[in-house]
Every structure is written in C-alpha cells, then in structure tokens.
C-alpha cells in the first residue's frame, strides 16, 4: 500500500487513530487542527479515504547553542535554527511493516524541501520513549547527552535522500 502526504484537514477522520502511544493519539484528536489553524504546527496525514492511518507534525524550532555539546556548536550562532519534528505515529494496524521508516522518510523530505527557501541546519526530535530513540538513532539522529533529545544535520538528512 503507498500513501501521499496531505495537509491535515477538517475532513479527516482522526477519532478512529490508534497509535499505541496515548499522547500522539490525543495530540491528533485534542490539538492538531488548533496548532494548525494557529500555524503554530504544520501536520500532514496518510489517509485511507478520510481515515488517518498516519501523521506528522513540524514546527520551525531554535536551538540554542549552550544546549548542545561542543564538538557539535563550533561555528554556530547563539541560537541555531532548527526544524522540529513535534509528532511522528503510524496507526497499530500499519505498524510492523516497515511503513515508519517511509513515514519519517516523508516527513525528512518535506523538511529538505522547505529548508530551499527557509534556512535551518538540524532536525530535531524529542523521543517519548526509548524504542523511538533507537528508531531515530537506526536513521541517523545523534542523541544529546542525558537528554531524550536526538538531532541530525539537515546537510546529512539531503545527502542522503539523494
């Protein structure tokens, strides 16, 4: 089955989303279209007609430089911009097929793609868990120290969409 990223919309159903992680299923059904009409957060749907199968949030984000390790600001400003991917979830009845990782893929293309035109040097994910600091680890993103923040050079995430 292939899906095409949409923007999330009035006409999606986001009820029905079962994610397994409570929050992200919460954040979809509470808070998605609010941040969306507030553009506070961008969020783009897989969807099965109108049903949500999966999503993801971005966010414009800074990073502030005292906040990252040292081989890692050499040559930064103060405050690094940054894009933030807020929420990454894959419905239960998609999860084990390796969809995540085409899910992310999407999700990193459309940042690459409006990185051309606004400027922003990391990707930054906050894991909720420690599966999900291993999935963003498998795909390149270096976890801060003592931290459930992970990062990956925007620089790196286009090479390697190449």
């Known amino acids: 089955m292939q899906f095409s990223a949409e923007p999330l919309s009035e006409q999606h159903e986001t009820a029905d989303f079962d994610s397994g992680q409570p929050e992200l299923d919460r954040w979809l059904l509470e808070h998605a279209l609010t941040a969306e009409a ?6 783009f749907v897989w969807a099965d007609g109108e049903r949500i199968v999966a999503y993801y949030t971005i966010v ?5 430089r005292e906040d990252l390790p040292r ?6 400003p103060i405050q690094i911009p940054s894009v933030l991917l807020a929420k ?17 893929v999407d999700a990193l293309a459309r940042i690459v793609a409006a990185t051309r035109t606004v400027a922003a040097r990391y990707v930054v994910v906050d894991a909720f868990s420690s599966a999900a600091a291993d999935f963003y680890a498998h795909h390149g993103f270096v976890r801060l120290p003592d931290s459930t923040r992970l990062l990956r050079k925007l620089t790196d995430i286009a090479a390697s969409l190449r």
């Open 38 to 43: 507030k553009r506070v957060g961008r969020t």
């Open 60 to 64: 414009a984000h800074a990073i502030f």
């Open 71 to 76: 081989s890692v600001v050499r040559g930064n």
């Open 88 to 104: 990454l979830a894959l419905d239960r009845s998609f999860q084990g097929q390796g969809l995540g990782s085409v899910l992310l």
